[in-house]
């Protein structure tokens, strides 16, 4: 261990911040996502009055984007195994591009929702492709801060979108929304051209027959030359090339990948799938998204009046959203995903009631005349539950199920998934506006609040631990059967070198 003091305080340092630079930048483009989420919530107000819209053209509005992500999202995996992960970020970032353009140059509902459904293929791409670069350049010790990302980046995007909002909101109407959505397009072009000097995936790579360009990047996001070389070994294993032979490159990206994962999966694979797909399901079931595009509309029933108090109080939800993802990210790889994850359902069940609560109470009194005590208690149980949800559920969401899959399903594997998690996204931002009321805005938190109960004991069943396990090995995780909830904490140490007791911790 002496040894290995000067190496983890001189030459790691540097490795490791190149690693998180790569990452960063992969995790841009779930900026703009988050940008237009967030944008889109204060926009949302002027848009109404402006273009007349209704309450139905409002919720189809919130939800096509993640209707189009689909198209996104299903493609994705395909298209980043046949080009590249990151030529895959490229495409996102131009085809999001368009999108703002069309948004803010919008002179009719039709074209804005056109703009948005464009923008809605680049989120898809976006979702599927920044967990995946994050996971397959990052090391076993670092992959869950750096998977993670994306939902920190996706969270400082709404938080500048409520910025803008407020901001904008004092731009003559005709401007002022328009602003608001265009204002995506910028980054969006200067994303596209700077993330191709990036490095690619050596995971990628290596299934390209190109191990010594993979070997290339590893020896600059490793510890140490030793590191990459166990590091592109174990890459080779995973993908099915044994030692000593040169791998020819792929004929056919992702061929036979859907028939392995639904026809012939093996049990392990299965209970991947099952954990992966599972995890996207439930995290837009506890009313997130309710919440991040519907908050206007709850602080308007919980008492909260003029249109400034709005988009300020908005801008506190973001800023509680960026701040516990954060959080999240120093803790994720310290104290496990199964914690984190387990803890934060804990505080989205207590909340969602909390909150049901406080608005049931204020909608059954007089207007103007609500029990102080419920106006409250709805007020700071929204900052509650986007506190809980963001140190957990949000984050460790991506995290999960960016790096569970096999080497050879990820990618498509991947694309699957955020296919789900945009139906849902879709199905509750599409439905919540009817949703309240049909069963009240109190009932429907309720509603949320006994599915957030579901997912906690899915996730407490179905999800073993993978913390400071590499990629390679994680399948093997998987192999021991559902009632295996037991940590999985092997050193860093053990998990990147070849030692004889490595699942024993320290």
Same mark, same amino acid.
């Given at each position: #261990?002496?040894?290995?003091?000067?190496?983890?305080?001189?030459?790691?340092?540097?490795?490791?911040?190149?690693?998180?630079?790569?990452?960063?930048?992969?995790?841009?483009?779930? @900026?703009?996502?988050?940008?237009?989420?967030?944008?889109?919530?204060?926009? #949302?107000?002027?848009?109404?009055?402006?273009?007349?819209?209704?309450?139905?053209?409002?919720?189809?509005?919130?939800? @096509?984007?993640? &209707?189009?992500?689909?198209?996104?999202?299903?493609?994705?995996?395909?298209?980043?195994?046949?080009?590249?992960?990151?030529?895959?970020?490229?495409?996102?970032?131009?085809?999001?591009?368009?999108?703002?353009?069309?948004?803010?140059?919008?002179? =009719?509902?039709?074209?804005?929702?056109?703009?948005?459904?464009?923008?809605?293929?680049?989120?898809?791409?976006?979702?599927?492709?920044?967990?995946?670069?994050?996971?397959?350049?990052?090391?076993?010790?670092?992959?869950?801060?750096?998977?993670?990302?994306?939902?920190?980046?996706?969270?400082?995007?709404?938080?500048?979108?409520?910025?803008? =909002?407020?901001?904008?909101?004092?731009?003559?109407?005709?401007?002022?929304?328009?602003? #608001?959505?265009?204002?995506?397009?910028?980054?969006?072009?200067?994303?596209? @051209?700077?993330?191709?000097?990036?490095?690619?995936?050596?995971?990628?790579?290596?299934?390209?027959?190109?191990?010594?360009?993979?070997?290339?990047?590893?020896?600059?996001?490793? =510890?140490?030359?030793?590191?990459?070389? &166990?590091?592109?070994?174990?890459?080779?294993?995973?993908?099915?090339?044994?030692?000593?032979?040169?791998?020819?490159?792929?004929?056919?990206?992702?061929?036979?990948?859907?028939?392995?994962?639904?026809?012939?999966?093996?049990?392990?694979?299965?209970?991947?799938?099952?954990?992966?797909?599972?995890?996207?399901?439930?995290?837009?079931? *506890?009313?997130?998204?309710?919440?991040?595009?519907?908050?206007?509309?709850?602080?308007?029933?919980?008492?909260?009046?003029?249109?400034?108090? @709005?988009?300020?109080?908005?801008?506190?939800?973001?800023?509680?959203?960026?701040?516990?993802? #954060?959080?999240?990210?120093?803790?994720?790889?310290?104290?496990?995903?199964?914690?984190?994850?387990?803890?934060?359902?804990?505080?989205?069940?207590?909340?969602?009631?909390?909150?049901?609560?406080?608005?049931?109470?204020?909608?059954?009194?007089?207007?103007?005349?609500?029990?102080?005590?419920?106006?409250?208690?709805?007020?700071?149980?929204?900052?509650?539950?986007?506190?809980?949800?963001?140190?957990?559920?949000?984050?460790?969401?991506?995290?999960?199920?960016?790096?569970?899959?096999?080497?050879?399903?990820?990618?498509?594997?991947? *694309?699957?998934?955020?296919?789900?998690?945009?139906?849902?996204?879709?199905?509750?931002?599409?439905?919540? &506006?009817?949703?309240?009321?049909?069963?009240?805005?109190?009932?429907?938190?309720?509603?949320?609040?006994?599915?957030?109960?579901?997912?906690?004991?899915?996730?407490?069943?179905?999800?073993?631990?993978?913390?400071?396990?590499?990629?390679?090995?994680?399948?093997?995780?998987?192999?021991?059967?559902?009632?295996?909830?037991?940590?999985?904490?092997?050193?860093?140490?053990?998990?990147?070198?070849?030692?004889?007791?490595?699942?024993?911790?320290?």
């Amino acid at each position: #261990m002496g040894e290995e003091e000067p190496r983890k305080n001189g030459r790691k340092e540097r490795k490791n911040k190149y690693a998180v630079a790569c990452s960063i930048i992969g995790s841009i483009i779930s @900026i703009l996502m988050g940008y237009d989420t967030g944008v889109m919530s204060g926009a #949302m107000l002027f848009i109404k009055e402006d273009l007349k819209t209704n309450d139905t053209q409002v919720q189809v509005l919130a939800g @096509i984007l993640n &209707v189009c992500a689909l198209v996104g999202s299903l493609t994705a995996g395909r298209v980043s195994d046949w080009v590249g992960r990151r030529r895959t970020i490229s495409l996102a970032a131009w085809i999001f591009l368009a999108g703002s353009i069309l948004m803010g140059l919008s002179v =009719n509902f039709a074209m804005l929702l056109a703009g948005r459904c464009v923008a809605g293929v680049g989120v898809g791409y976006a979702l599927m492709i920044a967990p995946v670069y994050a996971a397959e350049i990052a090391s076993a010790e670092i992959r869950g801060s750096l998977t993670s990302l994306p939902e920190i980046c996706i969270s400082f995007g709404i938080l500048i979108g409520y910025v803008a =909002n407020y901001f904008l909101a004092k731009l003559p109407l005709v401007y002022g929304w328009r602003t #608001m959505l265009g204002l995506g397009a910028p980054p969006s072009a200067a994303l596209a @051209i700077g993330v191709l000097f990036m490095p690619e995936s050596p995971r990628w790579l290596v299934m390209q027959g190109r191990p010594q360009e993979a070997l290339a990047v590893l020896r600059k996001v490793c =510890n140490t030359p030793d590191e990459a070389d &166990v590091r592109l070994a174990d890459i080779k294993t995973a993908a099915g090339f044994t030692e000593g032979t040169t791998p020819a490159p792929a004929p056919a990206p992702g061929k036979g990948v859907l028939k392995e994962m639904f026809l012939h999966p093996t049990p392990p694979v299965r209970r991947i799938l099952v954990a992966a797909f599972g995890i996207h399901f439930f995290q837009h079931l *506890s009313g997130i998204e309710a919440v991040v595009l519907y908050s206007p509309r709850i602080f308007k029933a919980a008492g909260i009046a003029t249109r400034n108090e @709005i988009l300020a109080a908005t801008i506190g939800v973001g800023v509680t959203k960026t701040v516990f993802i #954060m959080t999240a990210i120093l803790l994720v790889d310290r104290i496990g995903r199964r914690p984190l994850y387990l803890s934060s359902l804990a505080g989205i069940i207590a909340s969602l009631a909390c909150l049901g609560l406080g608005l049931t109470v204020i909608e059954r009194s007089a207007p103007h005349h609500a029990a102080r005590w419920a106006v409250a208690l709805a007020i700071t149980t929204v900052f509650t539950f986007v506190a809980s949800f963001s140190i957990g559920v949000g984050p460790i969401t991506w995290a999960y199920s960016s790096e569970v899959y096999p080497l050879r399903l990820r990618a498509q594997g991947a *694309s699957i998934g955020v296919a789900i998690n945009r139906i849902m996204n879709a199905g509750v931002s599409m439905t919540f &506006v009817t949703l309240y009321k049909a069963i009240t805005i109190g009932g429907a938190f309720f509603l949320f609040a006994g599915l957030a109960v579901v997912a906690a004991v899915f996730f407490y069943f179905c999800c073993p631990e993978t913390q400071g396990r590499a990629l390679e090995d994680i399948e093997e995780v998987f192999s021991q059967g559902w009632r295996s909830r037991q940590r999985q904490h092997p050193s860093p140490l053990s998990v990147e070198l070849p030692v004889p007791d490595s699942k024993a911790r320290p």
